[in-house]
């Protein structure tokens, strides 16, 4: 039997998997998934059933508004299948049962004995075979059904059973684990589409193909995977709704779920089903995003409504009220309670929301209502939108523009509007919403035009065809430094932005001449960070460090005393070429905090990524990891694809240097960037620093040394010098490996440049250490420049780096057959790397100390930490002295599957026999 995969559900899987081995074993168990119509529920529960061991009896309900108010008849519905069973019971216990099942209820002081009756039913029956029960749509069962079910969940651990319910509403069922069904992530989304796309069944053609690469059906997925918000039902109701043209991105993609959705139909359903009170109260939550619920219960008195009407939606799942607000499980239902209710209505309630708010505290909120219930244009309203747009968050100000644009009727200042807009709504992380102000916005008026034109390229570099965008930049600003200078120059700022993620680093000569051109002794300091900012960086990718100093100086003070989120990004860039790795961290953590307050999120994806890199100098490894990840979710919440792909492919160097290889190829797996980014942009080379990295620790110098000297070609400058810079201490120890010295010295000049002119310890020791290597082997030269970088790290803060010194180190002395002077060095190198959690490392470290003459134990696995439940129960039962063929037959196990159990065990354990197996375990 075909078994579908659930993208994006590994955890619930894993979980239902644990109990159901568990109630295999004899300890049942009972599991509530609740979560959004449409959100995989029923799903879960299909695959439990589908991987259920063999023999096990399958019982199923699924709660129907229909029969709600019908006692006992969703028990029925579960236990048809057993009903004949009953005659074994207890009598008392089958005759409670038997009349509840038959229609004659149950009297009050029977419901203990129909509840025993469930349970010993239902055990009688897992004696004989495991049971797994699946409820679905518990919330809508009848109640009396509801609670003896409950009652046997909370007493199934000493049974051969599994409960699974599911509910769209979290349900009070004390003493029952309840697990929540989150929306499906970004990435999960795009592959259930792939999915459906490829396999939509069975007498269908597969209708996308490649979709791995970086092609038009990227974007198709992406805009689908959007819109349909991590709601598999969504998704699914999406890709069958696409022509071939959608497929293949040649036509328009929707803009919402077709009209015979089947989500949309349950969620109409319900609505229509509401009584008129509830749909006010709907509609009123859903046409002011910012509603709390003090606001809605303000809003529901003063139109004379109790808000105790609102019970219906929630039970129904359309709405929650939580102390945060007013929350849509989906942007369907917001949509449908507001779409569907009468033209009059919704303006009706705009205008009742407008008399409720506060004019002066709630001015832009006010005003958006008012500009929503107008008739038509209106100048006054137009402006009293632009001027409370000045004192509200990024994305109301861009609605509130958006509104003032349609009241105003001259062409020119609609464009200006809808161009305020579009920068509002990119600032507030809505890119898609942005491109289509400015595309609305066609702004004819010059300034308005330049305005445009530089957040197209902004948005483009960052989101779209970095390459392109640089080009478009240059000659944007070309064309507006006689007239807009300030915008020429921050055009300028954004190619040379481009031109460092594509790798075309020659072209930033171009952007510094520009610059400097356009320089004027009295710029004001918002203008004179940015000069400074490309001087610095151009004398940096020219290789004259010395010039870079005075500029970079410069910016990381300006940078500071701004306190805005661009300008302190810049100062911590502008720090982390000058090796000030703790001041990079502090102004990009600051740059950090000021994005976040003020809500400019267009800003974190950077921010974020200047201090994972300030946070790998400092060897802070697993804090570098977490920022990166927090930087790959705020890149693709803005849409910032191609900043998602530096955080990405950052999350794969960070794995690769602790030796994880499965990790590091996922996350390079992962990396999506538009097309049209560039040969060598900067995810590319971070990737191939981290394949870089792997090679190494598999024993092939001379792969690594291909793959970080592809990174950028010395001769012409091309490629991504940066992460080359940062790479080469791999590439020298590589070189020496492969035994390629002249590669190792030639990319050593450039890295030796950059560290003397810093001062800093950590890279001074990095070279050290590098020079040490390229000595003869056990000259006095090389013990030299080891001593050398050891003394240069105790000034730094870069702890793996020190042991990685002090492996190479202990590695020369014990070829040059001094191996009492070696252990000392592997010894503390060994300590570092199992403190850090660097496996790889660390079995290095130790090979080397048996190497030279000290036996070393390898380091002990427990066993429940790296078991999961089904294997630690199989091992354990195995110690007992069971053959597979008896673990499977106890187990409800096909003798195969305990086979490859077995191996996954002795593989996870790093042992061989069942002697090592009984000692793990003990």
């Keep these: 039997m075909h078994i579908p995969v659930l993208r994006g559900r590994a955890r619930e899987q894993q979980t239902i998997a644990e109990l159901q081995a568990g109630a295999a074993g004899g300890l049942g ?9 449409g959100g995989g529920k029923t799903a879960l529960l299909r695959h439990a059933a589908a991987t259920a061991p063999d023999g096990t009896v399958l019982l199923w309900a699924a709660g129907l508004e ?9 028990l029925q519905s579960l236990l048809q299948p057993v009903c004949e069973r009953i005659a074994e019971l207890p009598s008392h216990q089958a005759r409670a049962l038997t009349r509840a099942l038959s229609g004659e209820g149950c009297a009050a002081d029977d419901r203990l004995a129909l509840s025993m009756a469930v349970l010993t039913l239902l055990s009688t029956l897992g004696r004989e075979h495991p049971v797994l029960c699946c409820v679905d749509d518990a919330d809508a069962l009848d109640r009396s059904s509801l609670d003896a079910i409950a009652f046997t969940a909370r007493r199934a651990h000493t049974h051969r059973v599994t409960l699974l319910l599911t509910s769209t509403a979290e349900l009070p069922l004390n003493g029952v684990p309840q697990l929540p069904l989150r929306p499906l992530e970004p990435q999960s989304g795009r592959a259930l589409l792939a999915d459906l796309l490829h396999h939509p069944g069975v007498d269908e053609e597969p209708r996308l193909w490649g979709v791995r690469g970086v092609d038009t059906g990227d974007d198709v997925l992406a805009a689908l995977a959007t819109l349909g918000g991590g709601n598999p039902r969504a998704l699914t109701d999406l890709a069958a709704s696409l022509s071939d043209s959608q497929v293949a991105g040649e036509a328009p993609l929707p803009t919402r779920l077709p009209a015979d959705s089947t989500l949309l139909r349950t969620y109409r359903a319900r609505l229509d089903r509401l009584p008129a009170d509830t749909r006010w109260l709907l509609l009123l939550a859903a046409a002011d995003e910012e509603t709390d619920a003090a606001g809605l219960m303000r809003a529901a008195h003063s139109s004379g409504v109790d808000i105790a009407a609102l019970a219906p939606a929630e039970r129904g799942g359309l709405v929650r009220v939580s102390r945060g607000g007013i929350v849509f499980p989906q942007p369907i239902a917001r949509a449908l309670a507001y779409e569907e209710a009468p033209l009059a209505q919704r303006r009706a309630a705009h205008l009742h929301l407008a008399q409720i708010l506060d004019a002066d505290t709630e001015r832009l ?36 523009l958006e509104h003032a644009a349609q009241l105003t009727t001259e062409p020119g200042g609609a464009a200006s509007r809808l161009v305020t807009a579009a920068r509002y709504a990119w600032q507030s992380g809505s890119a898609g919403r942005a491109r289509s102000l400015l595309r609305r916005a066609r702004p004819t008026a010059r300034g308005v035009s330049a305005e445009s034109e530089v957040l197209s390229g902004e948005i483009e570099l960052r989101a779209g065809a970095t390459a392109n965008a640089a080009e478009s930049l240059l000659t944007i600003a070309d064309r507006l430094a006689a007239s807009e200078r300030e915008l020429a120059v921050l055009a300028l700022m954004r190619a040379g932005e481009a031109v460092c993620f594509s790798g075309d680093y020659p072209r930033y000569a171009e952007v510094a001449s520009r610059a400097a051109a356009l320089r004027r002794p009295d710029d004001p300091p918002e203008l004179e960070v940015v000069f400074e900012h490309i001087a610095g960086f151009g004398y940096t990718f020219g290789g004259r460090h010395h010039r870079a100093i005075g500029p970079l100086q410069r910016v990381v003070e300006l940078g500071a005393a701004l306190d805005t989120a661009s300008p302190l990004t810049c100062a911590s860039a502008a720090a982390l070429l000058l090796a000030d790795d703790v001041g990079a961290h502090r102004l990009a953590a600051r740059a950090v905090e000021v994005a976040r307050e003020s809500g400019d999120v267009s800003a ?10 300030a946070e790998y100098w400092l060897g802070r490894y697993d804090a570098a990891a977490a920022t990166s990840l927090h930087g790959l979710r705020a890149a693709r919440a803005c849409g910032q694809g191609n900043y998602a792909g530096d955080h990405q492919a950052m ?4 794995a690769a240097i602790r030796g994880d290889r499965e990790q590091a190829l996922r996350h390079i797996r992962d990396i999506e960037v538009a097309p ?16 870089a990295v792997l090679d190494l620790i598999a024993g092939r110098p001379a792969d690594t040394v291909a793959r970080i000297a592809g990174i950028a070609c010395p001769v012409t400058g091309r490629g991504h010098i940066v992460v080359q810079a940062m790479a080469t201490p791999w590439l020298v120890e590589a070189a020496v490996r492969a035994d390629d010295r002249e590669q190792a010295v030639a990319a050593l000049a450039g890295f030796d440049l950059w560290a003397a002119s810093t001062g800093d310890p950590v890279r001074r020791a990095l070279s050290a250490r590098c020079h040490a290597l390229l000595a003869p082997r056990g000259s006095a030269a090389a013990e030299e420049h080891f001593q050398q970088a050891l003394a240069l790290h105790l000034a730094g803060e870069a702890d793996f780096e020190q042991a990685r010194t002090e492996l190479l180190y202990g590695q020369e002395l014990r070829r040059a057959r001094r191996p009492r002077d070696a252990r000392e060095h592997l010894h503390r190198a060994l300590e570092t790397f199992t403190q850090l959690d660097a496996p790889a490392w660390a079995d290095q470290a130790r090979a080397e100390l048996r190497a030279a003459g000290e036996a070393v134990d390898a380091l002990a696995v427990r066993a429940a930490d790296v078991l999961t439940a089904q294997q630690l129960q199989i091992a354990r039962l195995v110690c007992d002295g069971a053959t597979n063929r008896e673990v499977a037959a106890q187990l409800f196990l096909s003798p195969r599957t305990v086979d490859h159990h077995m191996r996954n065990i002795f593989a996870r354990l790093g042992i061989r026999s069942r002697i090592e197996l009984a000692k793990a375990l003990t």
Excluded: C, F, I
């Design 66 to 74: 229909e029969e709600s108010d019908l006692p006992y008849a969703g």
């Design 676 to 691: 049209g980014t560039g040969q060598t942009n900067r995810p590319k080379a971070l990737s191939q620093w981290a394949l």
């Design 604 to 613: 974190l994806p950077l921010a974020l990524e200047m201090t994972a890199y």
């Design 365 to 400: 909120r006010r005003a958006v209502h008012l500009a929503a219930a107008a008739y038509g244009p209106d100048a006054e309203l137009a402006e009293e939108l632009e001027e409370a747009a000045a004192g509200g968050g990024y994305s109301r100000a861009s609605a509130a």
């Design 29 to 37: 168990g009972a599991l509530l998934l609740h979560g959004d119509l």
């Design 651 to 654: 999350l794969a160097v960070l």
